[in-house]
């Protein structure tokens, strides 16, 4: 996926502006790839910052910026 910038995986979280961004995970439904990210409530545009590919690289999303999987807004 081009245009993904992958951050170093560190022991610290993360921050994101809760107030304006909405955690998301976005799945293509022809390929089933996932990527999470935070799409901005005004404009719409999502930024995406992970790839998704096992529960355990969604475990890290989670705990890397400190979003509870209740959350996460799924898009198709």
């Known amino acids: 996926m081009w245009g993904i910038s992958w951050a170093k ?3 610290k979280a993360d ?9 998301v995970i976005r799945a293509s439904i022809c390929t089933g790839e996932k990527v999470a990210g ?3 409530e005004v404009t719409g545009k999502f930024e995406d910052l ?7 690289d969604l475990q890290e999303f989670l705990r890397r910026y400190q979003v509870e999987e209740g959350e996460i807004r799924k898009e198709w």
């Open 50 to 56: 992970m790839l998704i590919r096992t529960d355990a």
């Open 38 to 40: 935070f799409k901005d």
């Open 15 to 23: 921050t994101y502006d809760k107030e304006g961004k909405i955690p």
């Open 9 to 11: 995986k560190s022991g």
